[in-house]
């Protein structure tokens, strides 16, 4: 099956910028819909991000919109997410994930439940 690795995650100070990038194992992304996910302990599983396979349509959480970028590198074939303004409440493990679906950016990201794939995830802590 396919297999995601993501990787960038770190520590970083309050306004810190990372850069999170997620690849497949052995498999293209080019045709996924691929969402990143972050998961602090004892919260829920929260949506952050989503870009269609075309990289065309991109959407955010309300909480990340402004400071976070989501792309993909069809060369690398690569999807990263751009972290700008790091806040502590965006401290958490950093999953993505890969949806075959379509997506079109006209409508909410896919919710987890929707997506086929998931990467083992990356630690990122913003503290002074």
């Known amino acids: 099956q396919l297999q995601l690795v993501e990787s960038g995650g770190g520590l970083v100070q309050p306004g810190g910028s990372l850069r999170l990038s997620c690849a497949a194992s052995?498999?293209?992304?080019?045709?996924?819909?691929i969402g990143w996910f972050r998961q602090a302990p004892g919260k829920e599983r929260e949506g952050v991000s989503c870009?269609?396979?075309?990289?065309?349509?991109?959407n955010y959480a309300d909480s990340v919109k402004g400071r976070f970028t989501i792309s993909r590198d069809k060369a690398k074939d690569t999807v990263y997410l751009q972290m700008n303004s790091l806040k502590p409440e965006d401290t958490a493990i950093y999953y993505c994930?890969?949806?075959?679906?379509?997506?079109?950016?006209?409508?909410?990201?896919?919710?987890?439940?929707?997506?086929?794939?998931w990467g083992q995830g990356t630690q990122v802590t913003v503290s002074s």
């Open positions: 052995g498999f293209t992304l080019d045709y996924y819909t």
């Open positions: 994930a890969a949806d075959r679906a379509y997506y079109s950016g006209n409508y909410p990201c896919p919710q987890w439940y929707e997506y086929d794939y």
């Open positions: 870009i269609s396979s075309s990289g065309g349509s991109t």
